[in-house]
């Protein structure tokens, strides 16, 4: 029984911090500006 305790806690800390890191991912990724088109091209240009 106490084994199952541990195991529960284990995946409750997983899922927590999952959540966590996937928050912070989209937070980050928000905060960067779109690339224009422009960029994009210019960077398709350089890399033939």
């Known amino acids: 029984m106490n084994l199952?305790?541990?195991a529960a806690l284990l995946v409750v800390c997983g899922v927590?911090?999952?959540a966590?890191?996937?928050s912070k991912m989209l937070q980050e990724s928000g905060s960067k500006p779109a690339a224009q088109q422009d960029d994009v091209s210019q960077v398709?240009?350089?890399q033939r």
Do not use: P, Q, Y
């Open 44 to 46: 398709n240009r350089r």
């Open 16 to 18: 927590a911090l999952t």
């Open 20 to 22: 966590v890191a996937k």
């Open 4 to 6: 199952l305790r541990i």
